[in-house]
């Protein structure tokens, strides 16, 4: 079944650590996209990538770094630079392009916890 | 600025009862795309339903409808007889290619 996996669903980093989340996508889609999920405050836009090697900063960039090398992998990088780290991160694809059928589909998340 | 917002944190609704959550947004653009998204507590985003922006004719997906006001930017969820299942938040949000959500509303189904 085409979707998309993300990994690890939990994690523990110790401060001052970077850790980076997986996400896989087989739905041949070229868009993904990071989001940062915390309590009363929506899903907020980290990252975002059209095509392989290319990326757009979000709304909340700084203290994270993500690559695309390949069409099915974008990881996001938590580094020791982001202060709050703690939250739900959610990985999402589309088929990308402006104006086609632009549905974004989501992984089921990765739940980061600063000790 | 392009804004998503849901005036309604929590909304409660009897079974089999209908209820509406509300969302406006701001853009400057012409053409782009609504959605609601469902996250239930398993907190997979699920798509309830998509309007594009360029049709006046509200979308429909079983029970669920929106009420879209391309003027007044509004975009609003209806959900007819309403069921424990549809307990969740529910997200608003935009696109086309940047998609820009609310901060959502939690829906309570009470028996």
């Known amino acids: 079944d085409g979707g998309i996996t993300q990994s690890p669903k939990y994690l523990f980093r110790k401060e001052g650590q970077n850790v980076t989340l997986s996400c896989e996508q087989n739905?041949?889609?070229?868009?993904m996209y990071w989001y940062r999920q915390d309590p009363g405050q929506g899903l907020r836009l980290i990252y975002y990538?059209?095509?392989?090697?290319?990326?757009q900063k979000g709304d909340i960039a700084e203290g994270y770094s993500v690559s695309r090398e390949k069409k099915e992998s974008f990881p996001l990088t938590v580094t020791s630079a982001q202060k709050n780290p703690t939250a739900f991160y959610l990985c999402?694809?589309?088929?990308?392009?402006?104006?086609?059928?632009?549905?974004?589909?989501f992984g089921a998340g990765s739940r980061l916890t600063v000790l | 600025a392009q804004t998503v917002t849901q005036s309604q944190p929590e909304m409660s609704v009897q079974e089999a009862e209908t209820v509406t959550l509300s969302c406006t947004y701001d853009?400057?653009?012409?053409?782009?795309?609504l959605f609601w998204y469902k996250q239930p507590p398993s907190r997979q985003m699920i798509l309830v339903i998509r309007?594009?922006?360029?049709?006046?004719q509200n979308a429909t997906e079983n029970r669920f409808s929106v009420n879209f006001q391309k003027a007044a930017k509004s975009f609003s969820l209806k959900i007819s007889d309403s069921q424990l299942g549809d307990a969740a938040m529910y997200f608003c949000?935009?696109?086309?290619?940047?998609?820009?959500f609310g901060t959502g509303t939690s829906l309570t189904v009470i028996p």
């Open positions: 949000a935009w696109g086309p290619n940047q998609f820009y």
């Open positions: 739905l041949n889609h070229d868009a």
């Open positions: 990538s059209q095509i392989v090697n290319d990326f």
């Open positions: 853009t400057s653009e012409s053409d782009y795309y």
């Open positions: 999402a694809s589309s088929m990308g392009g402006r104006y086609g059928a632009n549905v974004l589909t």
């Open positions: 309007q594009e922006a360029y049709k006046q």
